[in-house]
């Protein structure tokens, strides 16, 4: 199992959504973030005041997967996510050991 961890642009989240759910990803889970990379932020104007604006509002979606959906979901994420812009985000991807659903204490893939 893995887990896919992507950072994605707001305003993107149901284009992103829409692609998972077209390739059978039942859930995920979306958090609000704020953060910086190669964008280092932006300068607003505020009540005639400049400021600038390091942290910039993202998302970040989370998803626990099977091994072999790997490159399908990732290639979702991105048809979804992408404006071929910079800050468009980030996917990453980690090793899952196990997974274990509460309700019913089953664990491993069938809990996905």
Do not use: N
Not at 35 to 58: I, M, N, S
């Amino acid at each position: 199992m893995k887990w896919i961890t992507a950072i994605i642009k707001p305003f993107k989240l149901d284009e992103v959504r829409e692609a998972l759910s077209a390739e059978g990803v039942q859930g995920i889970t979306v958090t609000e973030v704020r953060g910086f990379g190669r964008q280092k932020g932006h300068t607003e104007l505020y009540r005639g005041a400049e400021y600038q604006v390091d942290f910039l509002p993202k998302l970040k979606v989370e998803i626990a997967v099977e091994d072999d959906r790997v490159d399908t979901v990732i290639q979702a994420i991105q048809k979804g996510a992408r404006t071929g812009k910079i800050g468009d985000g980030k996917v990453f991807v980690f090793d899952l050991e196990s997974a274990l659903r509460i309700r019913t204490g089953e664990s491993g893939d069938s809990v996905l």
